[in-house]
């Protein structure tokens, strides 16, 4: 089989039992249902997706590990195809499958394969890889072919059904998850976030999981489990998983939630507001992480987002934008050592920390040039040492279901900061990220 599990020592019984049990609840519950429906009407379905085409130049900059495999510039490319499928037995049972394949190669590749030969402990994957499902319960991705300069694979990011009985809903299986309220950054999106410099947020990666959701009272609960196995033994188990409970009320006008996980060996304790101040909207997030194993002496961090934002009209033309503050206080402003944190490295590693300092600002800018050209223009700034990054993008929709988007991504800052560089212990190097200029056109159906 392509897709396949990859549990090789079995579930553990917390989750044993919480899958069991949510298959017995939405089969059992759902059947007689089901089966009237289907003698009735059958089950619809819905079908729908994308066709993309992608470019990139990426520029290497001096100092860096690039140096030493050269600086010219690389260019990429790579085409996706994904196919999304709802099927629907009647009102309250439904499975949803997304399937995507990518083709591509280039450069980056090429590169990838000298960093890995020359640097394996700094670059051990090389570049350009395969969304890898290594720390996810079910293998649900696959390479079709591994070049020295091109890469196929194909993976299922959505695979679950659910279930909605009258009390709520129950989901289990690949799927996706999104906690917190920040734009750029967000510290309570324990699950996949997305990196502050990702601009294309069309689909968020999914992950094995059940969730429940119910009303009590006027309050919306959320329960979740979210299966992770150790990417090096495949052990599973509650210290490699998360485990989480969120509810969502309204207190005197203003929308809150509250939350509680164990994510991974870690306890995160949260509360998230939104409201409006006259015509403009504000978001204010703040997360306690409780530590398993102290951190430079720390067993207990802070971590937080602010942001507002309002759309208003000038010189007959439609704007937006909005401003951001970051804090995360698991850093302590020296770079290097940063990596050298099992606390820090960690969260690098999962996907779940992007930035070194302790305070960010950022903000967004979006003009409407035309009812179907969108400018836009983002700036991350490291309020630490003044290095940053600035996004602009431009967005043309050119048909109803054809986009056309040319975006870039700019650095800048002095030496031994975080975005102009700062050296790579044990080495003559900066790390550094590298600008690059993008460009997709994306054709949905």
């Not at 599990?5 to 609840?25: F, M, T, Y």
């Not at 670059?123 to 300069?149: C, E, I, K, M, Q």
């Not at 430079?296 to 937080?304: E, I, K, M, V």
């Not at 080495?427 to 993008?438: K, L």
Request: with cysteine; hydrophobic share 40%; charged share 20%.
């Amino acid at each position: 089989m392509i897709f396949k599990s990859k549990d090789k020592q079995g579930c553990p019984p917390i989750l044993c039992a919480a899958l069991v049990l949510a298959v017995l609840l939405a089969w059992c519950s759902a059947g007689l249902s089901l089966a009237r429906v289907q003698e009735a009407t059958g089950p619809e379905t819905e079908w729908d997706g994308h066709v993309k085409l992608y470019t990139r130049a990426l520029l290497p900059r001096s100092d860096t590990p690039y140096e030493s495999v050269g600086l010219s510039p690389d260019y990429d490319g790579y085409g996706e195809l994904r196919l999304n499928n709802k099927t629907f037995f009647g009102n309250t049972f439904y499975t949803e499958l997304n399937y995507e394949i990518l083709a591509g190669g280039g450069d980056t590749r090429k590169t990838g394969q000298a960093f890995k030969k020359r640097f394996p402990d700094l670059y051990p994957d090389g570049l350009f890889s395969p969304v890898s499902d290594d720390r996810r319960l079910f293998d649900l991705t696959a390479t079709l072919h591994n070049g020295n300069s091109s890469l196929i694979y194909h993976r299922l990011d959505r695979a679950f059904f659910s279930y909605a009985p009258s009390w709520g809903e129950i989901r289990l299986g690949r799927q996706a998850v999104t906690w917190g309220h920040g734009f750029t950054f967000n510290p309570m999106d324990l699950f996949n976030p997305f990196s502050p410099t990702d601009l294309e947020r069309d689909y968020k990666t999914g992950d094995d999981l059940a969730l429940v959701q119910f009303p009590v009272k006027g309050v919306d609960v959320d329960l979740i489990y979210v299966a992770h196995r150790n990417p090096s033994t495949g052990s599973t188990g509650l210290d490699e998983s998360s485990l989480g409970a969120k509810v969502h009320t309204y207190i005197g006008g203003v929308e809150a939630d509250f939350m509680v996980a164990r994510h991974y060996e870690d306890i995160v304790t949260g509360i998230g507001t939104v409201g409006a101040v006259k015509d403009a909207a504000f978001r204010l997030d703040l997360t306690g992480t409780f530590l398993n194993e102290a951190s430079r002496g720390r067993s207990f961090y802070l971590s937080a987002v602010a942001n507002i934002d309002y759309s208003w009209v000038w010189l007959n033309k439609n704007w937006y934008g909005y401003v951001e503050l970051y804090y995360n206080g698991l850093s302590k402003n020296d770079y290097a050592k940063e990596l050298a944190d099992p606390a820090v490295a960690d969260r690098i590693d999962r996907g779940e920390l992007f930035v070194l300092a302790n305070w960010y600002a950022s903000a967004n800018l979006n003009l409407e040039v035309h009812p179907l050209v969108n400018a836009y223009i983002t700036p991350i700034i490291n309020l630490h040492d003044g290095s940053g990054a600035l996004l602009p993008r431009i967005v043309y929709d050119f048909s109803d279901n054809i986009r056309i988007t040319l975006t870039a991504l700019f650095n800048w800052g002095a030496k031994e900061t975080e975005y102009g560089g700062y050296t790579i212990t044990g080495t003559q190097f900066y790390t550094a990220p590298a600008d690059t200029i993008s460009a997709w056109v994306a054709w949905y159906f």
